[in-house]
């Protein structure tokens, strides 16, 4: 049985408000926008309003009290890495490769910058690279892989001319330029080597596969019967590349059957515009986060068209603005403009 399977059976009879705990918070001088966990799951990267960039070391769960008590104190992460300066303006997104080898940072000051990432010494390597193809704020990023040159890929979004740049990582170079989008590119989110998805402020959701110069698919409110009649905020495939989940500025979230190629059902877990959307790695779960400061957890087993039971497992004293599950653990990290970054887990049962 997996972590998050276990965890299920601990929480049946709490349906209420799993308990979560605080295990490490790193406080900024201003808002934490952004987080990453590499793909190993023993760090995760923070970027923030304050040009900080830092690599956190991913802690020991065994001193969490038992019974949902908090009995201990939060302290701060080990910071194994700090740039106070990365950018010349606020850090946006963050994200790893799937090797963890690569570790890229988009900002407001139009640039994004990528940098080698030695897993065996846990330290950065080499000159980082800087990309300047952008021409507004660097909104959100994801790697691909290239099968066929075994090359790693960036695709990164925004605000500016609307475009998704896919940049090779090996040679520094943007080599396409996806154009489609009509308003700023808020999420990108690829689940396999060749494809991505991206949520936009023009309403609209679009599918897009390397090997093809032009979205695949797109989803908005004219074809889908007024389903995505808002900004999209936050986008998310399952693991397994069948659901879809977007998050929207009207604080809705809208369920889709990518294979079935239609809308599943439309829900408000939130009171306020959804940041961002994250399924859990086994997809039994999903979190949301958003800017009435709360991140909720939604129960995805059963009958998905049925009404959904969304819980509150974290909360801030500010907008919540990312989210992101452990690879293998139960435990998630989020952030927001209270100037904080925190990690939550469950106690031991």
Wanted: hydrophobic share 30%; net charge neutral; glycine share 6%.
């Amino acid at each position: 049985m997996d972590s998050e399977a276990k965890d299920l059976d601990l929480r049946r009879g709490d349906v209420e408000r799993p308990q979560f705990e605080a295990v490490t918070t790193l406080s900024d001088s201003q808002a934490i926008r952004s987080v990453d966990f590499h793909p190993n799951g023993k760090l995760y990267a923070v970027g923030s309003n304050s040009k900080t960039f830092r690599i956190c070391q991913y802690p020991q769960l065994t001193k969490l009290s038992r019974h949902g008590q908090q009995t201990t104190t939060v302290y701060p992460p080990s910071v194994l890495c700090k740039r106070t300066k990365h950018h010349r303006g606020s850090i946006y997104c963050t994200c790893w490769s799937r090797d963890g080898e690569l570790i890229a940072t988009g900002s407001n000051d139009k640039t994004i910058k990528y940098m080698r990432f030695n897993n065996d010494t846990n330290q950065l390597v080499g000159h980082e690279i800087e990309l300047n193809m952008h021409d507004g704020t660097v909104r959100d990023m994801c790697f691909l892989d290239d099968s066929s040159t075994k090359s790693r890929l960036l695709a990164s979004g925004g605000a500016g001319d609307c475009k998704i740049y896919i940049t090779d990582c090996g040679t520094g170079t943007p080599f396409q330029a996806y154009t489609g989008h009509s308003g700023h590119i808020l999420s990108l989110y690829s689940w396999n080597n060749a494809m991505f998805v991206s949520g936009s402020q023009d309403q609209t959701i679009r599918f897009w596969d390397l090997r093809v110069n032009v979205s695949v698919n797109t989803l908005d409110h004219e074809r889908r019967e007024g389903l995505e009649n808002s900004a999209v905020t936050a986008v998310c495939v399952d693991p397994t590349g069948r659901l879809l989940v977007s998050g929207h500025a009207d604080s809705s979230c809208v369920l889709y059957d990518i294979r079935g190629n239609r809308p599943i059902q439309r829900f408000y877990p939130h009171t306020a515009e959804i940041r961002c959307v994250r399924f859990s790695p086994s997809a039994y779960y999903m979190l949301t986060c958003s800017y009435d400061n709360s991140v909720k957890l939604t129960d995805l087993q059963g009958d998905l068209a049925h009404e959904l039971n969304s819980v509150v497992v974290a909360e801030h004293k500010d907008k919540a603005i990312t989210i992101r599950w452990h690879p293998t653990e139960f435990s998630f990290i989020s952030t927001s403009a209270d100037k904080t970054a925190t990690l939550w887990a469950l106690p031991p049962s």
